[in-house]
């Protein structure tokens, strides 16, 4: 029996040994970056085979700074690695730190066989236009850190047929040492992207090594040429430094496109081209483009179904348990150029604010809320990129630009809860129904026992008022402003307890424990959720004035309706006149008990969100048949609370 398992184990170890024999280092992708449909090069275009000695290592990329990919920030989205990492490996003043035009940066990643046998970093990256395209992903955005050949493999889309928004593997080309390298004490491949004014020579000179051993790491000969935009791999000893600027050289000229250059350079005599000039260099590019693409069209028969985008699944989940769905994480963002933003935008107009540095933008026909920030966003980006949950507001991209931060988002057409609620300003005097106030109190259970238990690490929003709570057309809520918000680590998961000194947040929401010793537990999300429920049921706002211009408090309300005797006849008077007694009295009084619990002072007596949603999905589902009379018309004179932010 073993030596039927061994036998092949055998052969194939032998084997191995033999391919890194003949097949030592890696062949240089020479200028076949264009070969996307043509097959005789298909094992050097393809990407670096797993012929090293580990299956993984550390390895290091490069990345020249060019708008939009021109922060830490934005390099680590593209390049799917933490800003920190660039930040601090480049020495950069902060993640969002503009990097003069085409510096590069070294980008350490790790790199690990496919399941293709080659070495990748994966990285993902969503369409943006229609004229996108493998090819320009991997030559211009990615700069030839990919190729066309590669992310073909990787994704199941035919080229032809990819649309806007649809969201791309992109396997980025690195390698780990292989035997022959080890042996001679090379630890690391860095793969450096070649531009117009290098070679092997300084090349070789700026990692201060030996010109021999570049070219053997690439089966180059001395007198090879090399093309921009291809990847040259470095062979290291040691752990790398952050690259040295030079006097940055002016970036590549636009070139000339006329016919003539394309048909007089095309002659396959002409080998030293690529250095005759920028111009004629891409003229027969250019012409390579045009021939493969006059393939492609032969070969369109081929083509695969076009799969459905990521943005086209993405369904309102129904707020009942059966059918609570958890998405998995959309780890893809996009990164906008500013000019697209202030396109969008019609340059940030004031027709186009919808509230404070929030303005509506429309991209490519779909509507996005655009907010401008500036100071740290990485809370909100990290926690945001990883959700994919119809009941949080989804983040689909940013652009930094000038030291702001824009944040681009899925638009929710009905504006935020308190408008709907307690102001009669902005929107005609309707107001919600009983079912869509009892909707809105689920969808945001879900959305908060979502953040509570499934996210990984478990997030509290820190933060949860009516005016995060946005509407989309059809008033399902989406949680919105997670700038407040922190995760919960693992290792205290038991006793969740963290302290902390800053108390954050807005007055009128924060449970007790939180603004007396800063106790940061899940139970914080609880309590505003009840005082968010009992605004709901009340159209009142958190914070009111008294008569005597003092302050009353929501929640300590609600005691004194729920309690002595007469408590159904008390919770009448409670109740949002609006509603006009259209509501099932004893639906509200449970909901009436379960808020009163979500604001208990004693955190421990307070229901978990899990609980919470339950209890809501089942009144919910208990109203599936109860028909409102819709458009309630109610007119309220405006109250005078106020929403009081703690900084
Ligand atoms: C690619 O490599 C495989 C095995 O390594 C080999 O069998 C095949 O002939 C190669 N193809 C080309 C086009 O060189
Ligand atoms: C590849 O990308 C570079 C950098 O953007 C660009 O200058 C060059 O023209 C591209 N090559 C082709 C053939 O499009």
Known sequence: MPTKFYLPFLLSVLL?????????????????????????????????????????????????????YNTPLSIAYLLAVKAAVITDFNELSSDVATIPTNDMVVVPVKCSCSSSK?????????????????????????????????????????????????????????????????RKGVKFLLNYLADWDDDTHTIAELFDLDERSVLDANELKEDDLIYPFTPILVPLRTTPTKIEQTVTSPPPLSPPQTPVNIFVDSAPSSKKWVFVG?????????????????????????????????????????????????????????????????????????????????????????DAAIKVMNGDVSIEINILKKINHSNIIR???????????????????????????????????????????????????????????????????????????LLDSNFRAKIANFGLARSIHSHDQGGQLQLTRHVVGTH???????????????????????VVLLELLSGREAVTEDRNNGEELLYASISRVLEGENMREKLRGFIDPCLRNEYPLELAFSIAQLAKHCVAQDLNARPSMDEVFTSLSKVLSSLSDWDPSDGINCSKSLSNGRQMVYH
């Not at 020479?30 to 990407?47: F, K, P």
């Not at 107009?349 to 026909?365: A, D, T, W």
């Not at 009128?508 to 009840?530: H, M, Q, S």
């Open 16 to 68: 191995l040994q033999f391919s890194s024999l003949i097949q030592g280092q890696q062949p240089y992708l020479n200028n076949y970056q264009l070969d996307c449909y043509d097959e005789s090069h298909v094992n050097i275009t393809r990407g670096f085979a797993c012929n090293g000695v580990k299956p993984s290592c550390q390895s290091y990329l490069t990345f020249r700074s060019l708008p939009p």
């Open 118 to 182: 080659i070495y990748a970093h994966n990285a993902r990256y969503t369409i943006l236009n229609d004229n996108e395209d493998y090819y320009t992903i991997a030559n211009e955005t990615y700069q030839g850190l990919s190729t066309c050949r590669a992310m073909m493999q990787a994704n199941p889309i035919d080229s032809r047929n990819l649309g806007v928004g649809d969201d791309l593997k992109v396997p980025l080309l690195c390698a780990c040492p292989t035997r022959k390298q080890v």
């Open 395 to 469: 983040l689909s991209g940013f652009c930094v630009h000038d030291g702001n931060t824009y944040l681009v988002y899925e638009c929710a057409q009905n504006g935020s809860l308190d408008n709907w609620l307690y102001s009669n300003q902005y929107w005609k005097s309707i107001t919600l129904n009983w079912k869509q106030r009892v909707q809105i109190a689920c969808d945001m259970a879900n959305a908060l026992n979502y953040l509570h238990k499934y996210t990984i690490p478990p997030y509290i929003h820190k933060n949860l008022n009516t005016s995060n709570i």
């Open 278 to 366: 920028v111009g004629t260099g891409v003229g027969l590019l250019l012409l390579m483009i045009l021939l493969t693409s006059l393939f492609c069209f032969y070969k369109k028969s081929k083509s695969e179904p076009r799969r459905v985008s990521s943005a086209e699944t993405a369904r309102l989940a129904d707020c009942s348990p059966e059918s609570q769905r958890y998405q998995s994480a959309a780890e893809s963002l996009t990164i906008y150029k500013f000019e697209d933003l202030q396109l969008a935008t019609s340059n940030f107009s004031e027709e186009n604010r919808i509230k404070g540095s929030v303005y509506k933008g429309s991209f490519q026909g779909d």
């Open 508 to 530: 009128g929401y924060l449970a007790p424990e939180y603004i007396e010793n800063g106790v940061i537990t899940t139970k914080l999300d609880v309590f505003a959720f009840g």
